[in-house]
């Protein structure tokens, strides 16, 4: 399965592929991306329950080839601000980041 950025990038059922909140990476997995040398993935948590409507909160990390970190968390709620995480907040890539995760909620890289 091809990334959006040329080569793969998908999560494998590899148990030690982990997420930045240690979960599998398979979990929730939409897609990812590539920024050189960054790759970004992200990921669709749970919904909120205690929500009237129902509102998705998603994980995007960060590998620059240390292993996945946290980059920023965020929900469809169009009230809510994206959690940038660390020297991320207020990076200058927030503005792409953000187009590119738009681009693959629409179309999720779901199999």
């Not at 990476?25 to 129902?54: E, H, I």
């Not at 292993?67 to 792409?96: H, L, M, Q």
Request: charge should be negative; proline fraction near 7%; hydrophobic fraction near 35%.
């Amino acid at each position: 399965m091809a990334s959006r950025a040329g080569g793969s990038t998908v999560p494998d059922k590899d148990p030690y592929n982990f997420r930045s909140d240690g979960k599998p990476g398979v979990d929730g997995y939409l897609g990812d991306f590539r920024r050189n040398p960054a790759v970004f993935t992200l990921y669709r948590l749970d919904s909120f329950p205690a929500r009237a409507r129902k509102v998705a909160e998603y994980l995007l990390d960060v590998d620059d080839g240390a292993g996945a970190r946290e980059c920023c968390r965020f929900t469809d709620d169009p009230d809510d601000v994206p959690a940038w995480y660390g020297a991320w907040n207020g990076d200058e890539w927030c503005e792409w980041i953000m187009q590119q995760v738009q681009k693959i909620i629409a179309e999720p890289d779901i199999h």
